[in-house]
């Protein structure tokens, strides 16, 4: 499994952003797919997650009612976006991918992952 993460930027505090995650895989329908972010000197934390069928999420707090998960099993594409930027939003974003045929969307444990996508929100 592939993943690749784009759509990063710079944007200003209260903007919105799309990122989206291109999965190379066979078997795309079968993954959890996760959105992941780490800021300068702090640790990687979950941002949100979608389940294999698209129909369960999973969000942090810290961005639940701003963020909005989808998933196309058709493009293989994960795309999460990102409304009301603040500026803690600022961060590098990585998704992740894991093989689970659960409806609860995990929060750790991803085997796969892309490179990340920077975003920058401004004042």
């Known amino acids: 499994v592939q993943l690749q993460a784009s759509g990063g930027g710079l944007v200003q505090a209260g903007g919105s952003l799309r990122l989206s995650c291109a999965v190379t895989?066979?078997?795309?329908?079968?993954?959890?797919i996760a959105w992941f972010r780490q800021a300068p000197g702090k640790e990687r934390e979950f941002v949100g997650g979608?389940?294999?069928?698209?129909?369960?999420?999973a969000y942090a707090d810290s961005v639940k009612g701003r963020f909005i998960i989808s998933k196309d099993n058709v493009e293989n594409m994960v795309y999460l976006q990102m409304n009301n930027l603040k500026l803690e939003d600022t961060a590098v974003y990585f998704c992740a991918a894991e093989a689970d045929r659960s409806t609860v969307v995990r929060t750790e444990g991803y085997d796969y992952w892309g490179r990340g996508t920077l975003v920058t929100v401004s004042s």
């Open positions: 895989s066979g078997a795309f329908s079968r993954y959890h």
């Open positions: 979608i389940a294999w069928n698209g129909a369960t999420t």
